[in-house]
């Protein structure tokens, strides 16, 4: 009927335009968070735009599209995934670990090339390598490299990685038709550590390493278990292109970011190759604090034309290297085998070695995991093992077979908790502790998980303070930690008057705590910071999720089954409301959020050196009430270095990212005009 067409088409339109600005905010939004690490809105307004677009497109089904935010997990699970044929061959790079390959690399390209070639430097991911391709800029597949030639399709499973545009930004430069892109599929090592934990508090089989669970979980054949895990893919190459063409690498570089993708952190360009050297150095420097593996650098030609000249062998390309980091294994004795009460009562046995430097770390522990996980690797104090480290990745180890003459007993795991006495218990593959409220042993652990820097953030209060607190009577549990005066801190060794007030100092000013961090502190059984905050979204007050019913809290993004029912289990323990009501009747305020307004709302701020008028913590705090975010090291999204007296290398990282940076007379002068002040000045 013609009237009614009249009618709904123009009412259609507008929503149309509503759900399509709604949807380019909602992009928006994911970029600054997942691809900047630099959010603009707090969660909970992210929530409410999501929310609004779910329900538009609820109301009508007929616009939703396949790049809209909303449809990041969408078909069912598949049986297998289909083979496809990569837009061009994914080949591998060649690869030494000698500078002398490096300089014949640099002569072999200047004789070719002329003298005045230019390198990019990147990073060299320890990840899963990746195709995606676009056509008129949205995402139509995601592709394994397989063997090289052709992939396996795991398009639905990409389509999840946050961090992934679904459809490309066009604002600065235009979005070909086509463009194959080749990157890497990376799991943060924090993702990691915590998938392996969550792996193993479900009896499920933890990943050897971040490159194994990152390849893993993109071959997941359910979406949904991809949508969970927490990778990230970083862009490095254009396979291939129809409708646009770049002269440089840089340029690639700089379109794969204006169409919002992530690429490698700290890519420089080098012309010699000292250049080289230090870039190699400098990362291997930085290795274990980027918070993901990489295993190298990768050398390459910024010019795309000579690079067109210098072609390939069919295995590698000529106008490429990797540079690979010595690996960081040696071999060491095992001096003793102990066991470990975690927080949680599990009881892990640990092989102490005889201390051994890896890669630039003294190691001198390695997990062996569990009672079965002991047994195959038949690990037996004075055997002589191989130590791998990764990362910041606990060390693993495995016996030097032949090179153990005669042998002593299989170490068997004790019958008794070696904390409390207590007989343990079979829990999974693991063997535990059940004196969970008695235990000393789990109270440390507690203490220490409690004050770590992603929960209370009390700094201070490591492994041995918490030890000493508990030998020594002073906390019986959480809340006496509020309850400290310093003339009982001065008892314990290693504590003066000052070192004493200014931890109870510290833990004073973190009675105010956010509602996520709390969570987190509690140890709620799969709920990391992750969870906590998505947790702290959704419900906004400790006493909302307190009282949630298992249904209520399966609402929370992300959250799974079995975890709302860990999460429900806690709250109804009556031990833990007990430990709960007890740290808010110590002063423990939760909740207090920090600000997201102010005139630093957004600002990434970092400080170097040691300031004259504020303690590390002081300035902290001040520069968050600003609305400011702290962080511990300087990248391309920090906004600005406070450097105070014998900077450290922030200093020099701030140099090279050009990050602005302020004296403490500065920072002192802002704090004035914005009319907040410090103790000391
Ligand atoms: S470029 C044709 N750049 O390392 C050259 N690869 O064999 C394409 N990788 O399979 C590769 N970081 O998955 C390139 N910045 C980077 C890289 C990188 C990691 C991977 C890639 C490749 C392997 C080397």
Redesign the pocket.
């Known amino acids: 009927m013609p009237t009614t067409r009249k009618r709904t088409t123009p009412a259609r339109g507008g929503a149309a335009a509503g759900i399509e600005a709604l949807r380019e905010e909602i992009r928006r939004h994911d970029y600054f968070y997942y691809v900047l690490d630099r959010p603009r809105i707090s969660d909970a307004a992210y929530d409410k735009l999501t929310a609004r677009l779910a329900r538009l497109e609820a109301e009508h089904p007929e616009l939703v599209t396949p790049d809209s935010p909303t449809q990041r997990v969408s078909g069912a699970p598949s049986g297998r995934f289909a083979k496809v044929r990569h837009a061009a061959a994914?080949?591998?790079?060649e690869?030494t670990r000698e500078l002398d390959d490096v300089r014949r690399f640099d002569q072999r390209i200047r004789a070719a090339m002329g003298p005045r070639t230019r390198y990019v430097l990147?990073?060299?991911?320890?990840?899963a390598?990746l195709e995606l391709v676009y056509e008129r800029g949205r995402l139509v597949r995601g592709v394994t490299?397989g063997n090289g030639t052709e992939g396996e399709d795991v398009t639905p499973n990409v389509r999840t990685i946050r961090n992934v545009p679904l459809r490309l930004h066009h604002d600065t430069v235009p979005v070909p038709r086509r463009v194959a892109i080749?990157g890497?599929v990376m799991m943060p090592i924090d993702g990691f550590e915590a998938l392996n934990r969550r792996l193993g508090e479900h009896d499920e089989e933890p990943f050897a390493n971040p490159r194994n669970a990152a390849a893993g979980s993109l071959r997941q054949l359910d979406p949904r278990i991809t949508l969970e895990r927490p990778l990230e893919v970083i862009a490095?190459?254009i396979l291939d292109v129809d409708g646009a063409s770049f002269d440089t690498d840089t340029g690639v570089l700089d379109a794969l970011r204006a169409w919002g993708l992530a690429t490698?952190d700290r890519t420089v360009t080098g012309a010699t190759v000292d250049d080289i050297r230090r870039y190699h150095e400098d990362m291997a420097r930085r290795r274990d604090r980027l918070g993901y593996e990489i295993d190298g650098v990768?050398i390459?030609i910024d010019d795309v034309p000579l690079r067109r000249r210098l072609g390939?062998t069919g295995h590698h390309?000529r106008w490429?290297l990797?540079y690979k980091f010595e690996p960081r294994v040696e071999v060491t004795r095992v001096e003793d085998i102990a066991v470990q009460v975690g927080r949680t009562g599990v009881l892990t046995p640990v092989a102490l070695l005889r201390p051994v430097d890896v890669g630039g770390v003294t190691v001198s522990r390695a997990t062996l995991h569990n009672p079965s996980e002991l047994k195959r690797r038949d690990i037996r104090v004075g055997d002589m093992v191989r130590v791998h480290r990764a990362g910041d990745v606990i060390p693993e180890v495995e016996r030097v077979p032949g090179r153990n003459g005669r042998r002593r007993a299989p170490f068997r795991m004790p019958t008794r908790c070696p904390g409390c006495g207590t007989p343990v218990e079979p829990r999974g593959p693991m063997l535990a502790c059940p004196n969970t409220f008695g235990c000393p042993a789990q109270l440390k652990r507690s203490l220490v998980h409690f004050a770590s820097e992603q929960a209370m953030d009390i700094e201070g209060l490591g492994e041995e303070t918490a030890n000493a607190l508990v030998d020594h009577g002073l906390v019986r549990s959480l809340p006496d930690l509020f309850a400290l005066t310093p003339s009982a801190l001065c008892t314990l060794e290693g504590f003066g008057e000052k070192s004493a007030n200014a931890l109870v100092e510290r833990i004073r000013a973190r009675r105010a705590v956010e509602l996520h961090r709390f969570l987190t502190a509690l140890g709620i059984p799969g709920v990391g910071p992750a969870v906590a905050r998505d947790l702290a979204g959704q419900f906004g007050s400790l006493a909302a999720i307190r009282d949630a019913s298992e249904a209520e809290l399966r609402e929370t993004p992300r959250l799974g089954a079995t975890r709302a029912a860990d999460i429900r289990a806690f709250f109804r323990a009556p031990h833990n409301r007990r430990v709960i009501d007890g740290l808010l009747r110590a002063g423990v305020r939760v909740g207090a959020a920090r600000a997201r307004t102010g005139p630093w709302a957004g600002r990434r701020i970092v400080f170097t050196g040691s300031l004259r008028g504020y303690a590390r913590a002081e300035a902290r705090a001040l520069a968050e009430s600003l609305g400011a975010s702290v962080g511990e090291s300087v990248g391309r999204t920090t906004d600005i270095v406070v450097v105070g007296e014998d900077p450290g290398e922030k200093l020099e990282a701030a140099r090279r990212y050009n990050v602005p940076q302020w004296t403490e007379r500065q920072f002192t002068a802002f704090l004035k005009r914005a009319g907040v002040r410090g103790k000391r000045g």
Do not use: F, Q, T
């Open positions: 994914m080949i591998s790079l690869s990147e990073p060299k991911l320890d990840g390598s490299r080749r890497e490095y190459e490698p990768v390459k390939s390309p490429a990797a």
